[in-house]
């Protein structure tokens, strides 16, 4: 089984600073998925962004990118030039990938809030 | 406009009773989840579903139900042997080909 781990159960910067959000992952798996979701205070669940295990490059969308460890089983989330919009509980996520297609589903964090102070 | 839909978002019910929370979806995923959120627990997977007919138990499943007898909708009742049935719901979809999942706005269950 899968396990994610978010160590910082919150954490607080000032707008227009940089913040990076940990996330390690326990899993004996070769091909996977990580992914970085953000829930604000309307709760809906919004992608913020997705990394394949095979691919060396960290993803990057924008002002948010990951790094990405994949023999250390890390892969944090920095954030740039943080807006007051960033404001949010942030949840790292595993997903085996299946070979044929189709998706048991992802494996969550217990997510980190992130509060951007104006 | 496509997407995840959930009904109703504020549920209330008294102890003992079973509920079923709605998921719609137009976006012909294949796949279907059902997570719940507690504070502090991030997301836990409940049941999830592959194909129309079939489904699976995810790491909760004990006094919850679902069924799959269409390829959009993915009801997820709430049965009575649920012992600590109070949290947010959230029901999501996938094509499964790159691993997003797309989210409902959630329903919160409250047990008086």
């Known amino acids: 089984a899968q396990t994610v781990t978010q160590s910082q159960p919150e954490m607080s910067v000032q707008e227009a600073e940089t913040v990076t959000l940990s996330c390690t992952y326990d899993?004996?798996?070769?091909?996977?998925?990580l992914f970085w979701y953000k829930q604000p205070p309307s709760r809906q669940m919004i992608l913020v962004i997705r990394q394949e295990a095979y691919k060396q490059q960290n993803a990057t969308e924008n002002r948010f990118s990951v790094n990405f460890q994949k023999a250390a089983k890390s892969f944090s989330l920095k954030i740039s030039d943080s807006q007051l919009g960033d404001t949010a509980m942030y949840f790292c996520?595993?997903?085996?990938?299946?070979?044929?297609?189709?998706?048991?589903?992802?494996?969550f964090g217990k997510g980190t809030h992130l509060i951007i102070q104006p | 406009d496509g997407g995840i839909t959930q009904s109703p978002k504020y549920l209330f019910r008294k102890e003992g009773q079973n509920v079923t929370l709605s998921c719609e979806q137009n976006?012909?995923?294949?796949?279907m989840y059902w997570y719940r959120q507690d504070p502090g627990q991030g997301l836990r997977l409940i049941y999830y579903?592959?194909?129309?007919?079939?489904?699976q138990k995810g790491d909760i499943a004990e006094g919850y139900s679902v069924s799959r007898e269409k390829k959009e909708s993915f009801p997820l009742t709430v049965t009575s042997a649920q012992k600590n049935p109070t949290a947010f719901y959230l029901c999501a979809g996938s094509q499964g080909l790159t691993g997003e999942l797309f989210f409902g706005e959630g329903s919160r269950l409250t047990v008086l």
């Open positions: 579903s592959q194909i129309v007919n079939d489904f």
């Open positions: 976006l012909n995923h294949d796949a």
């Open positions: 899993t004996s798996e070769n091909n996977y998925y």
């Open positions: 996520a595993f997903m085996k990938r299946r070979v044929g297609g189709g998706a048991d589903g992802l494996t």
